[in-house]
């Protein structure tokens, strides 16, 4: 028996705000400083990865190595970068849909937790004004494993004191669909269907999905 859904888990970049805009700039600038072009495609792959692997896959693109601590250098300054073009978000960048469906599933009595990669959660939800729609937030400072490891979305359900089977889990990323899997959960892809095939259901935003929608998944 399926049990009912009590929680909905969600990512932050490309769920709630588009951030891959000012993550590109900073990857872009960074790129440019050592010397290789970096484009709107290549930053497809970053969606999802965290800062550090970005990095490395950024790296292996301009066909570099670096040793740990020059890596570590490179990192936080795009993360200077980055934090300086996210300081100026508002809530007018809460990607459409978002903000009714955070209160239609408050107003239904699910509970609400962040389950993102990102360690910059709090500067973005705070500017936006979404941090009074979560009853829990788990991100990349109180995690250990990146996605797809269901770390983020384990210790969000045991924030909400729920079970992973009580969960659904809505992503933009493949890596957060299996990750939701992988731990458990249901599933809704906000997205591309051919991109994000493994999930239990997929919406162009959070402007296509309602509560009702949620019997879908059951
Ligand atoms: C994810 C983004 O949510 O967070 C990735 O999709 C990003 O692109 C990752 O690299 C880590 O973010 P931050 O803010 O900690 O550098
Ligand atoms: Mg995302």
């Known amino acids: ?4 859904l009590k929680a909905c888990l969600f990512d932050l970049d490309g769920v709630l705000v588009d951030t891959a805009k000012y993550h590109y700039l900073a990857w872009r600038r960074l790129a440019e400083e050592l010397g290789f072009p970096f484009t709107q495609e290549d930053n497809e792959r970053l969606k999802g990865v965290s800062r550090m692997a970005s990095l490395d896959i950024l790296l292996s693109i301009g066909g570099m190595t ?10 936080a300054k795009k993360n200077g970068w980055y934090v300086e073009m996210i300081s100026r978000m508002d809530e007018s960048e809460i990607l459409p849909g978002a903000l009714d469906f955070l209160k239609a599933c408050r107003e239904a009595g699910l509970k609400v937790a962040l389950g993102s990669a990102s360690k910059n959660s709090s500067i973005i939800l705070t500017n936006t004004g979404l941090t009074p729609y979560f009853d829990a937030i788990i991100d990349g400072t ?52 051919t991109i994000l095939n493994k999930a239990d259901l997929v919406v162009p935003s959070l402007g296509a999905m309602t509560v009702g929608r949620l019997a879908e998944l059951t």
């Open 66 to 75: 670096l040793a740990p601590d020059e890596k570590e250098a490179l990192a």
């Open 142 to 193: 109180k995690t250990q494993a990146a996605k797809p490891d269901p770390e983020v979305f384990l210790l969000g359900a045991e924030a909400l004191g729920v079970s992973p089977a009580e969960c659904v889990v809505f992503e933009d990323a493949e890596a957060g669909i299996e990750a939701a899997r992988r731990g458990g959960m249901r599933s809704v892809g906000i997205g591309s269907p």
């Open 1 to 4: 028996m399926t049990l009912p």
